[in-house]
């Protein structure tokens, strides 16, 4: 059964394990159908170089800059992307076509697929960004593999996109991997190119993630206010970095966590540095709608972190709502055909399509 909580929702349950932390979440579902573009693909042309990042907004009327890998540094840049470049037909439907892609992210090569509705358009367009999967057995598209087939089916242009590292994209640093920074570029990276085609209507732009990703989608929106125009989060990790570091990475890979302090320094030492990757502490700059969904009983991201997130959110002043699943856990199974067919009206009453 689901039922909706907005501020309001707050049930006052501490956050007892759910203190600091940032790292894995759990592997979402397997990759799904298809997506081509109006120009005939080429297996062998990259992507178009862009220029380099420059500042989006005064530097004095932002958060200061503790450290070149934080949210404040991607507040200073400017985001063009690239023309997007089909490299290979994977299928097609009755609706749509699924290539595919590679996109530029700044300086770095990124793999993903986009899946286009047939027709004239121009489309509205959606980002997706996938939960954890470890990169040494992710290959293209995985994750999300339902939510580009329903979205492609209900008119959106879906570019679902690997991250650096992953798949078929440039090598990703350690620090890129450990502190989402370098995902976050990539995944406003791909809003940037989406833009750009002409099948793709820029006034009508969505961004959607998963667990790690549901984080990554939070960090964009704190990034860059207005980027896109509404954003889906399901299963989300923490909006506090230091949960997610400690839940996930201090489980999974205890020498990256050292690694982390080593680079930044303790908690205790450094308390802002961990601050400035903290969507959370940022809210306040989210200029779109967001809308939230999580299961009471999910097994890897707690749903107190959930209803926190909410809860702050509200405090901000976004305009957020979240949808509360009882006794869903963190796939989304017996409930996923109620929230997706939930989060398609909240976007197309929000893109107004």
Same mark, same amino acid.
């Given at each position: 059964?689901?039922?909706?909580?907005?501020?309001?929702?707050?049930?006052?349950?501490?956050?007892?394990?759910?203190?600091?932390?940032?790292?894995?979440?759990?592997?979402?579902?397997?990759?799904?159908?298809?997506?081509?573009?109006?120009?005939?693909?080429?297996?062998?042309?990259?992507?178009?170089?862009?220029?380099?990042?420059?500042?989006?907004?005064?530097?004095?009327?932002?958060?200061?800059?503790?450290?070149?890998?934080?949210?404040?540094?991607?507040?200073?840049?400017?985001?063009?992307?690239?023309?997007?470049?089909?490299?290979?037909?994977?299928?097609?439907?009755?609706?749509?076509?699924?290539?595919?892609?590679?996109?530029?992210?700044?300086?770095?090569?990124?793999?993903?697929?986009?899946?286009?509705?047939?027709?004239?358009?121009?489309?509205?367009?959606?980002?997706?960004?996938?939960?954890?999967?470890?990169?040494?057995?992710?290959?293209?598209?995985?994750?999300?593999?339902?939510?580009?087939?329903?979205?492609?089916?209900?008119?959106?242009?879906?570019?679902?996109?690997?991250?650096?590292?992953?798949?078929?994209?440039?090598?990703?640093?350690?620090?890129?991997?450990? &502190?989402?920074?370098?995902?976050?570029? =990539?995944? !406003?990276?791909?809003?940037?190119?989406?833009? #750009?085609?002409?099948? @793709? *209507? $820029?006034?009508?732009?969505?961004?959607?993630?998963?667990?790690?990703?549901?984080?990554?989608?939070?960090?964009?929106?704190?990034?860059?206010?207005?980027?896109?125009?509404?954003?889906?989060?399901?299963? &989300?990790?923490?909006?506090?970095?230091? =949960?997610? !570091?400690?839940?996930?990475?201090?489980?999974? #890979?205890?020498?990256? @966590? *050292? $690694?982390?302090?080593?680079?930044?320094?303790?908690?205790?030492?450094?308390?802002?540095?961990?601050?400035?990757?903290?969507?959370?502490?940022?809210?306040?700059?989210?200029?779109?709608?967001?809308?939230?969904?999580?299961?009471?009983?999910?097994?890897?991201?707690?749903?107190?972190?959930?209803?926190?997130?909410?809860?702050?959110?509200?405090? $901000?002043?976004?305009?957020?709502?979240?949808?509360?699943?009882?006794?869903?856990?963190?796939?989304?199974?017996?409930?996923?055909?109620?929230?997706?067919?939930?989060?398609?009206?909240?976007?197309?009453?929000?893109?107004?399509?």
């Amino acid at each position: 059964m689901r039922r909706t909580a907005a501020a309001a929702l707050l049930l006052l349950a501490p956050l007892v394990a759910c203190s600091d932390d940032d790292s894995s979440d759990a592997p979402d579902a397997a990759p799904s159908a298809s997506t081509p573009p109006t120009q005939q693909p080429s297996a062998t042309s990259a992507p178009t170089p862009t220029e380099p990042a420059e500042p989006a907004e005064p530097a004095d009327t932002l958060p200061p800059v503790t450290d070149r890998t934080s949210l404040p540094q991607l507040m200073r840049e400017e985001f063009r992307g690239s023309r997007i470049r089909f490299t290979e037909l994977e299928g097609e439907t009755a609706s749509y076509t699924r290539h595919r892609v590679v996109y530029r992210s700044g300086d770095v090569r990124v793999s993903g697929v986009l899946l286009r509705p047939k027709g004239e358009g121009p489309f509205p367009g959606i980002v997706l960004n996938h939960g954890y999967i470890d990169p040494d057995v992710y290959v293209t598209g995985q994750g999300l593999a339902r939510e580009q087939d329903w979205l492609a089916n209900a008119g959106f242009v879906v570019l679902h996109t690997d991250y650096r590292g992953h798949a078929g994209s440039d090598p990703a640093t350690a620090l890129d991997r450990e &502190s989402r920074i370098g995902y976050t570029r =990539d995944a !406003l990276n791909a809003v940037a190119s989406l833009k #750009r085609e002409p099948y @793709v *209507d $820029a006034d009508k732009m969505a961004m959607l993630g998963r667990s790690m990703g549901g984080g990554i989608t939070l960090n964009a929106l704190v990034a860059q206010p207005g980027i896109v125009d509404a954003a889906v989060v399901y299963a &989300s990790v923490s909006s506090r970095y230091l =949960d997610n !570091l400690r839940h996930f990475t201090a489980v999974s #890979r205890p020498d990256a @966590v *050292d $690694a982390v302090y080593e680079r930044f320094g303790t908690p205790q030492e450094a308390p802002e540095v961990y601050r400035g990757l903290s969507s959370r502490t940022y809210f306040d700059r989210i200029t779109e709608p967001v809308l939230m969904h999580h299961g009471t009983d999910d097994e890897q991201c707690p749903f107190p972190w959930a209803r926190t997130t909410q809860r702050l959110l509200t405090e $901000a002043g976004v305009e957020s709502r979240l949808e509360v699943y009882d006794g869903e856990r963190h796939a989304f199974v017996p409930e996923w055909q109620a929230s997706i067919e939930e989060t398609v009206r909240f976007l197309k009453r929000r893109l107004d399509v």
